[in-house]
């Protein structure tokens, strides 16, 4: 597609629930991020994923949270029982390639509320 | 660690007045510095970039130069319009893959 793809746009669950979001990279984009952005505060990294390497997960917040990306398609954000200080934007992003100055592409992102 | 620390807002402008949002970064090495918009109902997008010291980006009439005696990066427009109202990102990349971004600036700009 001509951007980065993120679905659904809003989501409202139930606390406890799992929730399932969904990115569809830029074609060709090698890299994959994923990021958290909570009402009025800044961007927080969550995982990362360069091609068919090991990801980076290191920005995971806690073992609830789970992503996969199969090759350099579509990746999936998982959430196990949702708690409600999860509710925030969830974005993504994609590049090209990795390396100094290399711009990332953004979606519009998915806004997570859990009651 | 490294880590962007940029004024916080919002900022409120008249029309053609000018803008300065301050930026500092910490980093090790030599990192990339970011300048990102995100219009209200739409996406972050790239507005500037410099790869390099003394490098100045720009673009629709924002600048920002790269200064590494003082470890800034501020965005600054002559003469702002309501339509740059936005929340505007600073970023750091040093080479590596976790773009670091800042907490945001809202920028309202009054007709």
């Known amino acids: 597609g001509a951007g980065v793809s993120q679905s659904p746009s809003n989501k409202v669950t139930e606390k406890g629930k799992d929730v399932e979001l969904r990115c569809d990279p830029i074609?060709?984009?090698?890299?994959l991020y994923w990021y958290r952005q909570r009402l009025g505060q800044g961007l927080e990294f969550l995982i990362y994923f360069q091609g068919n390497s090991a990801p980076d997960k290191s920005g995971l917040p806690s073992d609830r949270f789970s992503a996969e990306r199969t090759g350099e398609s579509v990746s999936t954000l998982t959430i196990q029982r949702t708690q409600q200080e999860d509710s925030a934007v969830y974005l993504c992003a994609s590049s090209r390639k990795t390396g100094p100055g290399t711009e990332a592409f953004f979606g519009q992102g998915t806004r997570l509320t859990v009651v | 660690g490294n880590s962007v620390t940029q004024m916080e807002g919002p900022v409120t402008l008249s029309e053609e007045a000018f803008l300065t949002i301050n930026c500092t970064y910490t980093?090790?090495?030599?990192?990339?510095l970011f300048w990102y918009v995100q219009y209200p109902g739409e996406g972050l997008q790239l507005l500037l970039k410099a790869t390099k010291a003394d490098d100045k980006g720009s673009n629709k009439g924002f600048e920002a130069t790269y200064r590494k005696e003082t470890t800034s990066f501020h965005l600054e427009k002559g003469s702002v319009q309501v339509s740059d109202s936005a929340v505007y990102f600073c970023?750091?990349?040093?080479?590596?893959?976790?773009?670091?971004f800042g907490a945001g600036t809202r920028l309202f700009v009054k007709a």
């Open positions: 970023a750091l990349d040093t080479g590596g893959f976790k773009t670091i």
């Open positions: 074609s060709g984009h090698t890299a």
């Open positions: 980093a090790t090495g030599y990192p990339s």
